[in-house]
T-cell receptor
């Protein structure tokens, strides 16, 4: 079965410093991978997706993620955190042969002023 | 344009009662998904519709849960004889077609509390 593991439940950074949210996946095949963001009292929004094209994927709001097959990782990064980035972030895999998404347990990002 | 909408936004019910949750997908989206999010956890898949048929119901946790979709539009998730463990946010998503390359657009969710 395909799954994702988010290595940190909480990450706290200072405004203006880099963000790193870690995700490892488990898959026998090249999976489709996503990062979604959930702001308080708002719906989930797609940040970026990897579907076997370029391994470095750029998303919205300055976020990007790199697919590393050798490390089975898909970490989310941003060079400089903004207060508005504070939210819950989910790493997501689309299992082979299924249409639904499998979500990780989430990482809550706090941004300190 | 209008996104995915869900109603009600909040529902408090007594244990043992039945509840119906509604999802209005984006117009023209043929694929529709239901997920459940328990407090502090990621989303769990419940059921997926392609048109009005449900090729994947594997996530429904028990036979108390059912869903239907009519007119390739509105979907209703029904929970019978609710239990306290059913308390969660129920999220609906739609996409223009099925498959990983089609983005799923999520609604704001229905927060269900079973007392």
């Amino acid at each position: 079965a395909q799954s994702v593991t988010q290595l940190d439940s909480h990450v706290s950074v200072s405004e203006g410093t880099p963000v790193l949210l870690r995700c490892n996946y488990s898959s026998s095949y090249s999976p489709s991978l996503f990062w979604y963001v959930q702001h308080p009292n708002k719906g989930l929004q797609l940040l970026l997706k990897y579907t076997s094209a370029a391994t470095l994927v750029k998303g919205i709001n300055g976020f990007e993620a790199e697919f590393k097959k050798s490390e089975t990782s898909f970490h989310l990064t941003k060079p400089s955190a903004h207060m508005s980035d504070a939210a819950e972030y989910f790493c997501v895999v689309s299992p082979t042969g299924r249409r639904a998404l499998t979500f990780g347990s989430g990482t809550r990002l706090q941004v300190q002023p | 344009g209008a996104g995915v909408s869900q109603s009600p936004s909040n529902k408090v019910t007594e244990k043992g009662k039945d509840v119906e949750l509604r999802c209005d997908p984006i117009s023209g989206h043929t694929a529709l998904y239901w997920y459940r999010q328990r407090l502090g956890q990621g989303l769990e898949f419940l059921i997926y519709f392609q048109g009005n048929s449900a090729p994947d119901k594997s996530g429904l946790p028990s036979d108390r849960f059912s869903a239907e979709r009519t007119g390739e539009s509105v979907s209703t998730l029904t929970i019978q004889r609710t239990q306290q463990e059913d308390s969660a946010v129920y999220l609906c998503a739609s996409s223009s077609s099925s498959g990983s390359r089609y983005e799923q657009y999520f609604g704001p969710g229905t927060r269900l509390t079973v007392t």
